[in-house]
C-alpha cells in the first residue's frame, strides 16, 4: 500500500523558517518524480514545487522560489521542504504528491501556520 | 500566472449527469493534453480522478470522464451519487514560470 506521511508542521513567525518531510512506502521512491502542493484554509490547492528523480531538474511556484528548497533522499525515502522567509500567506496545509503534472497519491497533509 | 477558471458551484440529482469546466489559454489547457482532475472532500486529500485530459486510473469509477476542446477542458460525472457531493479541481502543465496550475476548484452539490 502506497502511503505519504508528511511532518514538520506547525507555528511560526513571519520569517522564520520551517522544514517539512514527507516519508513515503509502498513504492519505488527512488523511481518517482515528487511534488508539494499546498491548500490555504478555505482556499484552492496551488502547485509549489517538484523534484526529479535524481534531483538534476527541480521546479518552483514564482511566490516561493527564492524561499523555499525542495530536496530528496533516495536512501531513506524521504522528501523535504524547506521554507525560509516565511510569510503569511504562506499559511496552508502542505501536501506531498507522488509525481509532476498529475500526482496519483497523496499525503494528509501538515499544517503550517505563519503568524506572530 | 492566474489560476484556471472553473464554476463555484454546479448541482444536480442523483442520477442525472453534470459537467464542469476547466478553462485557461494556449499557454497551458489548449496547449498541451496534460490536463489532470481532482475530487476533495473536507479534510480529506485530493484524489485523481483524470489525468491527460481523458485517462482514468485504476479504480476510478467509469462515471467519471475527462475531455477537451480548444482552451477548455471538461470533467462530466454521469449517473450523479451522494457520494460526489465534494470540491472538484483541474490542473494543467502551463509554459508560464510556473509550470503548473490548478483550477479555481467547483463544488458540486447533489440534491
Known amino acids: 500500500e502506497v502511503q505519504l506521511v508528511e511532518s514538520g508542521g506547525g507555528l511560526v513567525q513571519p520569517g522564520g523558517s520551517l522544514r517539512l518531510s514527507c516519508a513515503a512506502s509502498?513504492?519505488?521512491?527512488?523511481?518517482?518524480?515528487m511534488s508539494w502542493v499546498r491548500q490555504a484554509p478555505g482556499k484552492g490547492l496551488e502547485w509549489v514545487a517538484c523534484?526529479?528523480?535524481?534531483?538534476?531538474?527541480?521546479y518552483y511556484l514564482d511566490s516561493v522560489k527564492g524561499r523555499f528548497t525542495i530536496s530528496r533522499d533516495n536512501a531513506k525515502n524521504s522528501l523535504y521542504l524547506q521554507m525560509s522567509s516565511l510569510r503569511a500567506d504562506d499559511t496552508a496545509v502542505y501536501f506531498c504528491?507522488?509525481?509532476?503534472?498529475?500526482?496519483?497519491?497523496w499525503g494528509q497533509g501538515t499544517l503550517v501556520t505563519v503568524s506572530s | 500566472q492566474s489560476a484556471l477558471t472553473q464554476p463555484a458551484s454546479v448541482s444536480g440529482s442523483p442520477g442525472q449527469s453534470i459537467t464542469i469546466s476547466c478553462t485557461g489559454t494556449?499557454?497551458?489547457?489548449?496547449?498541451?493534453?496534460?490536463v489532470s482532475w481532482y475530487q476533495q472532500h473536507p479534510g480529506k486529500a485530493p484524489k485523481l480522478l483524470i489525468y491527460?485530459?481523458?485517462n482514468r486510473p485504476s479504480g476510478v469509477s467509469s462515471r467519471f470522464s475527462g475531455s477537451k476542446s480548444g482552451n477548455t477542458a471538461s470533467l462530466t460525472i454521469s449517473g450523479l451519487q451522494a457520494e460526489d457531493e465534494a470540491d472538484y479541481y483541474c490542473?494543467?502543465?502551463?509554459?508560464?514560470?510556473?509550470?503548473?496550475?490548478f483550477g479555481t476548484g467547483t463544488k458540486v452539490t447533489v440534491l
Open positions: 523534484i526529479k528523480q535524481d534531483e538534476t531538474a527541480k
Open positions: 504528491a507522488r509525481g509532476a503534472g498529475w500526482w496519483d497519491y
Open positions: 509502498g513504492f519505488t521512491f527512488s523511481n518517482s518524480w
Open positions: 490542473n494543467s502543465y502551463t509554459t508560464s514560470s510556473t509550470r503548473y496550475v
Open positions: 494556449s499557454s497551458d489547457v489548449g496547449g498541451y493534453n496534460y
Open positions: 491527460d485530459v481523458s
